[in-house]
């Protein structure tokens, strides 16, 4: 394990229906760091466990066994709401259907991630995340609501709303 490693996994192993006749072992025993500002790509054939994996990195599912250490914490043992939380300080996603709220603006989708962390909408947080979407190039798109923009323009705005978790700023 490097010291600097935003993220690292020991011998992490996953089994689907632990306990059960019909129980499978999806991952076993992964080892991995991945350094801040890596991009990483995990390829591998259906059903070989990447969703599984990146659910377990993003914390929306437990791992059976293993060590689980993200920026620094060890989120292996962590109760669900400090989960929720760490998820939430942490990460950003963005799906392959891109879950943006349709009643909201380009740039209020992407300011979502702050006021769901109890931030109001603050002269910061818009400035914020307008910069967001002007770095995927969406100068002019601020006020358009999803169902007013093309498929690779709504990819984009969730782009920019997977930018926007509240500690992705305090790490640059
Ligand atoms: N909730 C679940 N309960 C039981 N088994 C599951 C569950 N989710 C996934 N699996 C099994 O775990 C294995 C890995 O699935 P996973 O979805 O992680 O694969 P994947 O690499 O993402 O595949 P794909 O490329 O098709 O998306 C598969 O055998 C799948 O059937
Ligand atoms: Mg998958």
Do not use: C, W
């Amino acid at each position: 394990m490097s010291a600097g490693a935003l993220l690292t996994l020991q011998g992490l192993r996953k089994t689907y229906n632990e306990g059960l006749p019909n129980a499978e072992e999806v991952l076993h025993g992964i080892d991995m760091d991945i350094a801040a500002g890596e991009f990483t790509a995990l390829i591998g054939p259906s059903g070989s466990g990447k969703s599984t994996l990146l659910n377990i990195i993003g914390l929306l599912e437990r791992a059976s066994s293993g060590l689980y250490r993200l920026a620094g914490d060890d989120v292996t043992q962590l109760s669900d709401d400090a989960r929720t939380h760490a998820r939430h300080a942490t990460l950003g996603f963005i799906f392959q259907f891109h879950h943006l709220l349709p009643a909201f603006t380009a740039l209020e989708n992407v300011m979502l991630p702050a006021l769901i962390n109890g931030d109001h909408a603050t002269v910061e947080s818009r400035a914020r995340a307008a910069g967001l979407l002007d770095a995927v190039g969406l100068k002019d798109a601020h006020r358009k609501k999803p169902g007013e923009l093309s498929g690779g323009m709504q990819q984009r705005v969730a782009i920019a709303r997977a930018g926007a978790f509240p500690a992705f700023g305090a790490r640059r």
